[in-house]
């Protein structure tokens, strides 16, 4: 089945311990991007990556890292997360970089820095 | 600057009537994509309809339209026959041009709630 696939699903921790959140595609897409999701605000673009190796920010990518080291996989790293970072996280792909490719998402990680 | 806006927060609509909920975009490039998504309580986001730029015909998925005016620059989804299914928060969002591919911004959203 093809699918964005990105764990865990749920996720609570401390100020300051590193977590990673991987994101895996198996639709050998191109473009992958991780959101954020707070109410009122959207989605709010972090990293985005239109090849191996290649990766820029979004609007918000402060307090993130990520890296594309093969296609299929794109984590999401927080160094040193705080209580602002406390969101919905959607890891998506498309198959190509044109303006008519439509997002997949995956199921989201809740996120909860305390 | 926010280049897509959705200024309804909440919308109600009566099971089987028409909605629109509404999106007007920014940008001066001749060339992007126009994007809905629906996000269900579950969480996960659903690709809807899909417009471009160029198209000249307003898109249509089943239930769903996108009322495109181009020169408005508005791109507003139609719903009709609503089902209480249709219960969710939808996304408006635009590729744009920028540094060698067309990157998606999202609209804050709109909730929808169906009534019996």
């Known amino acids: 089945e093809a699918q964005v696939t990105q764990n865990p699903r749920y996720l609570i921790t401390v100020t300051g311990k590193k977590l990673t959140v991987t994101c895996s595609q198996n639709?050998?897409?191109?473009?992958m991007s991780w959101y954020r999701q707070d109410p009122g605000l959207g989605l709010r673009q972090i990293y985005y990556?239109?090849?191996?190796?290649?990766?820029d920010k979004g609007d918000v990518p402060e307090g993130y890292k990520v890296s594309r080291k093969e296609k299929r996989n794109f984590p999401l790293i927080l160094e040193s997360p705080s209580p602002n970072q406390t969101s919905l996280y959607f890891c998506?792909?498309?198959?190509?970089?044109?303006?008519?490719?439509?997002?997949?998402f995956g199921n989201g990680t809740r996120l909860t820095v305390t | 600057a926010q280049k897509i806006t959705q200024t309804q927060p909440g919308m109600f609509v009566q099971e089987k009537e028409a909605v629109t909920l509404d999106c007007t975009y920014d940008t001066s490039d001749p060339s992007y994509g126009l994007f809905w998504y629906k996000q269900p309580s579950s969480g996960e986001m659903i690709f809807l309809i899909y417009?471009?730029?160029?198209?000249?015909q307003n898109a249509t998925e089943g239930r769903y339209s996108l009322n495109f005016q181009k020169a408005r620059k508005s791109a507003n989804l139609v719903i009709s026959a609503s089902q209480l299914g249709d219960s969710a928060m939808y996304f408006c969002a635009m590729r744009l041009f920028s540094g060698g591919s067309y990157i998606p911004t999202f609209g804050r959203g709109t909730s929808l709630i169906v009534h019996p």
């Open positions: 639709m050998n897409h191109e473009y």
């Open positions: 417009q471009g730029s160029y198209d000249q």
């Open positions: 998506a792909s498309s198959g190509s970089l044109l303006m008519n490719s439509p997002l997949h």
């Open positions: 990556s239109m090849n191996v190796e290649v990766t």
